[in-house]
């Protein structure tokens, strides 16, 4: 019995292990594929195509994105602002509204939960917002149109509601009240104390969601001067690609002032720099996060 | 205290729903809301006629029950494997690894697959060429892309979803698995029959959230990976890219609403259907 039962451990183990190291792997070689890259020389890329370890080292690339830093580093601000402006707003709105809701004593609470869900369930469409957005708010080429649309999301708001019902209990704010602290003094000198895991999760994923985003300068911004870092890299690329294919096509060489291989490449990880670098100390609070959540689930 | 919550919502999301009305209208962007000239279903006449409404219904729905399926059965396999490793720091390591994708923008993404499948110098063709294999032209491969997207959703999204089973699995009190042993179960009995069965609430939660949204694709995803490549149309072209696109390049107003409307009506439906039914077999499950 016990023999056999050593020898399935062992099956699983070894299965457990192989499997893991693979899907790491493959997790792990696109950014060395990209790292590489970026400090492989242009003409060895060109001649040769993307190697996993660059066959001809070279910084080149590098130089190129900061001989003239002036547009990355102008993106790497609005970037920079609107992730700090929309994750300090959208944390204090939502914190606020998850206290409000989480408070058994709050009548309407469910009328209102219920109203922030609706949102998810039916919306106007992409085509109505934009024109709301354009023509009503007029928020063309403001950074109100890169910060409002992601403030809040329905699903951060219940994660928040419900971490701030398991993490506050309901006899601190009856005790408060008997002290004679109004609400916003509940919500601001207890309320935020008790939830800070929760508030570090949410944060996170408001801070990650204005950082990666590309889509609001997509939509919204036509001058160059506001573009976030993401569409910046994104332009980048795809301007270099259609050059590039358009020259294939007629037989013209259009290579003259383009961003060559490795400089996309390096731009690439100027761009992710930041996120790989905190990667290692957020990951923590995101799955703490994440876990609170899934048990509560 | 509430108030900046609802005002956001109402702005952001209840006034546009008033804009449905563009899709029953031939719009035009200098007119304003209740100028343009009604047309009444004219739009999604067209719409259903030129096959696109039952191309784009088909291709949303096909992705996303392959993502919602393939997402969350591996990520309990390999969340089953990552908890029986034995050594605490290659779990952690590989965990975090794992989780990497996830925090990488979809720009990023687009960057790796260029880097990989590129006809000139992709790693792939490099790869090829030094096992003497021809070149291969994956972007003029119209059905490699659908298995391309599904694996770089998974790619994406498989560490965020293991995280989350895991915690349901530490949560599995130890006494079920002593007494298993006891009674004799090896391991694989074990799983199957305790950490599996124990999964399924998690597993039901999560495949309802995502049933939420199955009419709305992973639009960073598609557009990133495909953008405006034509050849591409038939097997990768979701609602959301078509709405998109009629919004910012052919400038179709009017059928870009209509979609877009079809869109949250057939989700809505969908939603409402999919709820009643659970509600039915075990209220507990039902989202509302």
Redesign the interface.
């Known amino acids: ?1 016990h023999i ?2 050593d020898h ?2 062992r099956l ?2 070894g ?3 192989t ?3 693979l ?2 792997l ?3 070689i ?2 060395l ?2 790292i590489s ?1 970026s400090l492989t020389s242009n003409d060895s ?2 001649r ?5 370890i660059p066959a001809e080292f070279s910084l080149e690339g590098y130089k190129t994105v900061f001989t003239f830093p002036d547009e990355v580093l102008r993106a790497y601000g609005v970037t920079l602002f609107t992730t700090v402006t929309g994750t300090a707003l959208g944390l204090f ?2 914190t ?2 998850g ?3 989480a408070r058994k004593d709050f009548k309407y609470r469910n009328t ?1 939960s ?4 609706f ?14 957005m354009t023509k ?2 007029n928020l063309t080429d403001s950074y109100g149109a890169l910060i ?2 992601g ?2 999301t329905p699903f951060l ?1 219940i994660l928040m509601k419900n971490f701030i019902r398991s993490a506050v209990p309901e006899e601190l704010f009856e005790s408060a009240k008997i002290d004679g602290a109004g ?2 003094k509940i ?1 601001w000198r207890i309320v935020l104390q008790l939830s800070m895991p929760g508030i570090a999760t949410v944060g996170l994923f408001l801070a ?1 969601a204005y ?2 985003d ?2 609001s300068s ?2 919204f911004i036509n001058d160059t001067h506001k573009y976030q870092l ?2 910046h ?2 332009n980048v ?2 301007s270099a ?1 259609f050059i590039a294919n358009m020259g294939a096509g007629t037989g013209v060489s259009l290579g003259g002032d383009l961003p060559t ?1 490795s400089t ?2 390096a731009m ?1 990880i100027v ?2 720099g930041p ?1 790989l670098f905190l ?2 100390f957020i ?1 923590r609070y ?2 703490k996060g ?2 609170i ?3 509560k ?1 | 205290m509430l108030l900046p919550t609802l005002l956001f919502f109402l702005v952001n999301s209840y006034f546009p729903m008033v804009g449905v009305y563009y899709a029953f209208t031939q719009f035009d962007f200098n007119s304003g809301l209740f100028d343009a000239p009604f047309i009444g279903m004219k739009n999604f006449e067209f719409l259903w006629k030129s096959g696109t409404l039952v191309k784009l219904t088909l291709n949303t729905i096909g992705y996303n029950l392959a993502f919602i399926l393939l997402g969350n059965v591996l990520a309990i396999v390999c969340a089953i494997l990552l908890s029986e490793l034995r050594h605490k720091w290659f779990k952690k390591l590989t965990q975090s690894i794992m989780f990497l994708p996830y925090f990488v923008s979809f720009v990023i993404l687009s960057v790796i697959v260029y880097n990989v499948f590129n006809y000139d110098n992709g790693f792939l063709n490099t790869l090829l060429a030094r096992f003497g294999a021809g070149p291969v032209d994956v972007y003029n491969k119209p059905v490699v892309w659908i298995f391309l997207i599904v694996l770089f959703y998974l790619w994406k999204n498989l560490g965020y979803s293991m995280v989350i089973y895991l915690a349901a699995i530490t949560g599995i009190s130890d006494e079920y698995y002593e007494a298993a042993k006891i009674d004799g179960a090896h391991i694989f009995q074990r799983i199957w029959y305790i950490t599996v069965p124990m999964l399924k609430s998690t597993f039901v939660v999560l495949l309802l959230f995502s049933l939420g949204s199955i009419m709305k694709g992973q639009f960073d995803l598609f557009y990133q990976l495909i953008g405006n490549n034509g050849v591409l149309y038939n097997t990768t072209d979701i609602l959301d890219t078509y709405v998109f696109r009629s919004l910012k390049v052919t400038f179709d107003i009017g059928m870009a609403t209509a979609a877009g409307l079809y869109q949250s009506l057939f989700g809505f439906i969908l939603i409402m259907t999919v709820n009643y039914i659970i509600r039915k077999i075990n209220d507990d499950y039902a989202l509302f």
Do not use: R
């Not at chain 1, 949102?119 to 709301?132: D, E, N, Q, R, S």
């Open positions: 019995m056999k039962d399935y451990t699983l183990q299965l457990a292990y499997v893991i190291i899907g790491s493959a997790c792990l696109p950014f594929l990209i890259a890329i060109i040769d195509g993307y190697h996993l709105f939502m606020m509204a206290y409000v809701l209102f219920f109203y922030i869900y949102t998810t369930l039916f919306g106007g469409g992409l085509v109505p917002w934009y024109i709301m009503y708010l409002f649309p403030l809040m708001i609400d916003f919500y990650l950082w990666n590309w889509f997509s939509l993401q569409f890299l994104y690329i795809n690609q291989e996309k490449m690439a761009v992710t996120i990667y290692p990951q995101f799955v994440l876990t959540g899934a048990v689930g």
